[in-house]
Structure formats: structure tokens, C-alpha cells
């Protein structure tokens, strides 16, 4: 998944970004409103974690200008008021969560993973397709019972593909959701990463079928 945070503390922008990333997510980070505005034109997310007191402005203009372009990708507000007026009011612009500093990243973490669930339907951590049972919480794959073991990159490459099954995904588009601005990797590492996902859900009943020339879909119950 690749996620936005717009937050100006460098200190705790970049511990939020090093343990996204160990869970396999891609994550850029803008300091103001403008830079993060720059990277929307740039790239679509799966989630924004966004500060209300920034250097250029307030989060909650961007959280209603975000809202206003009927854009959909949930919003987590990251926020050192902490009266119930504030909360109430990020929550009526549009915000799908809230969390008050200072927090402990593992609770930001945890609330990122249940907003893209309720955003996905999914009350449960396990998805079931299937054959195939994947729990990104636990970072588990089995095929028939039988636990498989996937990288991290390789386990957000599945996610990725559970979220749009039946979807066509181009490489750009896998590549755009994998990897951030600051990452200099080419499209080809996504055949190879691809190519590492078949090869692990061997004997699944879902399978990634590449239709050519345009990119990859799952396809399957």
C-alpha cells in the first residue's frame, strides 16, 4: 500500500515512515500543504495520515478540499488538540480517524490497518478466497491449510491485488501503489515480483493472470 503523510516534525515523520516500511508500504512524506498537494498530483494513495498545525496552513483545509473533489481514500488526522469539539469537528470534514499526540506508532499503525479494512468492507483481519487465506495482520498466507511465506513487498503485492480483484492493473499502476517518490526502482521489479508471488500461492484456486501488453489481474472465486 502506498500511504501520504503530511506532517512537519521530521522526527516523528520519519519514525512513522521507517515502521510503515517495515510492513512492506511505500510512504512520501510532505512537510506542508503545498508538497503534499504536489504529491496528490503525482500519484494516488491508499491512505493519508495528515497533521492539523502545518507551516503553510491547516490540515482540516485539506482534509475539505480532499472531500470536496468526491476524492474517496481515507484520512487519518494526527493532532495535538485534543478537545472533543476538535475531534468532532475533523470527523464532520470528512476524516476517517483521529489520533492525538503524542501517540505510540504502533497504535497509528494499528488504526491504519482498521481503517483500510472498514474502507475495504472487511470486519475480520483474514480474508478468505478461496483456497487462499491471508491475514495482513499477522502477515500470514496459507494455501489449503499449508502457511506460505511471503516477503514483505510480496505480501503488499497481494494486498494490492485482493482490494482490485477482477481489476486490471497495469505495472505503473502496481509500481505507483508499491514503491514512493523516493525510491528509485524500474517497473521491471514488479514482473520480478510477480513472478515470486505465482510461484508462492502455487496450488491456490486464485491466480494472477497477465493479460499482455496492458498488466495483471486476480482472477478466481
Same mark, same amino acid.
Given at each position: 500500500?502506498?500511504?501520504?503523510?503530511?506532517?512537519?516534525?521530521?522526527?516523528?515523520?520519519?519514525?512513522?515512515?521507517?515502521?510503515?516500511?517495515?510492513?512492506g508500504h511505500a510512504v512520501d512524506w510532505a512537510d506542508t500543504l503545498d508538497a503534499a498537494e504536489a504529491c496528490m498530483d503525482g500519484a494516488d494513495y491508499d491512505l493519508i495520515l495528515v497533521d492539523i498545525m502545518l507551516?503553510?496552513?491547516?490540515?482540516?483545509?485539506?482534509?475539505?478540499?480532499?472531500?470536496?473533489?468526491?476524492?474517496?481514500?481515507?484520512?487519518?488526522?494526527?493532532?495535538a488538540r485534543s478537545a472533543v469539539s476538535d475531534r468532532v469537528q475533523v470527523l464532520d470534514l470528512g476524516a476517517d480517524d483521529?489520533?492525538?499526540?503524542?501517540? %505510540?506508532? &504502533?497504535?497509528? /499503525?494499528a488504526r491504519c490497518r482498521a481503517v483500510l479494512?472498514?474502507? !475495504?468492507? *472487511?470486519?475480520?483481519?483474514?480474508?478468505?478466497?478461496?483456497n487462499l487465506e491471508f491475514d495482513p495482520l499477522a502477515a500470514t498466507v496459507r494455501v489449503d491449510g499449508e502457511p506460505r511465506e511471503l516477503r514483505n513487498r510480496e505480501l503488499r503485492m497481494l494486498e494490492i491485488f485482493i482490494s482490485a480483484r477482477g481489476?486490471?492493473?497495469?505495472?505503473?499502476?502496481?509500481?505507483?501503489?508499491?514503491?514512493?517518490?523516493?525510491?528509485?526502482?524500474? %517497473?521491471? &521489479?514488479?514482473? /520480478?515480483?510477480?513472478?515470486?508471488?505465482?510461484?508462492?500461492?502455487? !496450488?491456490? *484456486?486464485?491466480?494472477?493472470?497477465?493479460?499482455?501488453?496492458?498488466?495483471?489481474?486476480?482472477?478466481?472465486?
Open positions: 500500500m502506498r500511504f501520504l503523510l503530511i506532517e512537519d516534525n521530521a522526527g516523528l515523520a520519519e519514525s512513522v515512515q521507517a515502521r510503515l516500511a517495515m510492513d507551516p503553510d496552513g491547516d490540515g482540516r483545509t485539506f482534509i475539505a478540499r480532499h472531500r470536496a473533489r468526491q476524492a474517496e481514500t481515507p484520512v487519518i488526522v494526527l493532532t483521529y489520533l492525538t499526540k503524542p501517540f %505510540d506508532v &504502533a497504535e497509528l /499503525v479494512r472498514r474502507r !475495504g468492507g *472487511t470486519a475480520s483481519n483474514v480474508i478468505r478466497l478461496g481489476r486490471l492493473l497495469s505495472k505503473g499502476q502496481l509500481h505507483d501503489r508499491m514503491f514512493s517518490f523516493a525510491e528509485d526502482v524500474s %517497473d521491471n &521489479a514488479i514482473e /520480478v515480483y510477480v513472478g515470486r508471488l505465482r510461484r508462492k500461492l502455487q !496450488g491456490a *484456486t486464485v491466480r494472477i493472470e497477465t493479460v499482455r501488453g496492458v498488466g495483471y489481474r486476480m482472477a478466481g472465486p
